[in-house]
Every structure is written in structure tokens, then in C-alpha cells.
């Protein structure tokens, strides 16, 4: 059975995403574990488990910063199509694996096999790569079509939005292979590289999504 997707709002769009986002979020906590049999040394085991608290925040933060330009894009949007759905499953593919990516990063970064952490740690920036990638995609098609765009929409909001989200295409590659040579090198760079997008883009300030 087929279905247009010509008659769905951006509101459907944006609720299907915000859904997965919050399912991905919740998962990601459930990596952190409890010590067991601690027997008076629980603050050690607690210290001892950091990549499970690094590799959490780096994949938190990632996910946020996806959603918060994921609802700014989406607030460009007038209307969506087929391609537009399409391109969204995309996007949400692989952020709906993050969790796994983070459950392997945060055990092996510490006490894995050197080949081991570079696996774990190849496998964590592919995925961060193919989100930059499904999230450009998506992106590009809107720049493409400018009927699906709502009225008011600069080209100056677009030229700034363009640049920051091209960074991520280059970025996540090559903090993956700097993080081949060290995982707290990789996990230093990934929560660097989020902190630097989560700063405010000042020019964007009283555009529609800004």
C-alpha cells in the first residue's frame, strides 16, 4: 500500500524526529552501569567507569545539537514532500544506532586491546560521519528547492546555516583518524567539536528557525 507524503504537515515531520531524538537519548543512559560488589570501593569503580561518563555526554551532546538544527531546518520548511520524508529516514538511520557505537566506545576505550579501541573507535566516527552526511543531504535539498521554503527566508540565513553545517562533513572524518592514534585524544576532540557547535550563531538572529 502507498501513500503520498505530499499532505503531511511539517508538524508530522518534526514530532516522528523529536520521537526518535528522545527514544535515542534515553538509550544512551542505560550504558551507564552500576557497580557490582563494590565491597567499600564504590567512589574507585565509580572513577574507574569515566569513558562510560565521556563517550554518554559526547553522544548526548552530539544528539542535541543534531535536534536543535534538525528544529531550526524544519522551521524553514512551508511544506514537505516525498523526497523530504525520504531524506529524513535517512538522517534518523544511523542516529537511531548511536547508542551502540557509544555502548562500545565506553568499553573498550579504557581497558580494550589497542586494535579493539581503534575498531571501537572507527565504528563511533563512521556513524557521526553518516549523521553529518544524511543531515547535508537533506539540507542541500532544501537550498535546491526554494517552493518548499517558507516566505522570508534570506539568503544571508541560508549562506551562514550553509557554512556551519558544511564543518561536520569535515570534521568528524578527521577527528576519527586522529582518534585511530588515541581514544581520549578521540573523545577530547568529539566533546570540543560539540561544544564548538553548540555556540550561538549570532547572524542568524531574527530569521525564521534562527
Not at 514530532?15 to 560488589?37: H, M
Not at 551502540?100 to 556513524?127: E, H, K, N
Not at 517558507?150 to 539568503?155: H, I, K
Amino acid at each position: 500500500m502507498s501513500m503520498s507524503t505530499e499532505g503531511l504537515s511539517t508538524g508530522r515531520l518534526e514530532a516522528f524526529s523529536d520521537g526518535v531524538f528522545a527514544i535515542v537519548v534515553t538509550l544512551l543512559i542505560l550504558d551507564i552501569k552500576v557497580p557490582i560488589g563494590a565491597n567499600g570501593h564504590l567512589a574507585t569503580e565509580l572513577a574507574g567507569q569515566w569513558p562510560q561518563y565521556l563517550a554518554y555526554l559526547v553522544s548526548f551532546l552530539i544528539v542535541g545539537i543534531l535536534w536543535l538544527n534538525h528544529h531550526a531546518t524544519v522551521a524553514l520548511l512551508a511544506r514537505t514532500n516525498h523526497t523530504i520524508h525520504v531524506l529524513n529516514l535517512l538522517l534518523l538511520l544511523p542516529v537511531s544506532t548511536l547508542p551502540w557505537p557509544t555502548a562500545l566506545l565506553s568499553q573498550y576505550a579504557a581497558d580494550g586491546d589497542p586494535s579493539d579501541q581503534r575498531v571501537a573507535v572507527l565504528i563511533y566516527g563512521i556513524t557521526s560521519s553518516l549523521m553529518a552526511v544524511g543531515f547535508n543531504l537533506l539540507w542541500r535539498y532544501l537550498l535546491r528547492h526554494p517552493e518548499l521554503r517558507r516566505a522570508g527566508v534570506t539568503p544571508e540565513s541560508l549562506r551562514v546555516r550553509n557554512t556551519r553545517y558544511n564543518i561536520g562533513l569535515t570534521v568528524y572524518p578527521i577527528a576519527t583518524l586522529l582518534g585511530l592514534l588515541s581514544v581520549p585524544l578521540f573523545l577530547f576532540l568529539m566533546l570540543a567539536l560539540a561544544g564548538l557547535f553548540l555556540l550561538p550563531t549570532p547572524e542568524l538572529r531574527g530569521h525564521p528557525g534562527g
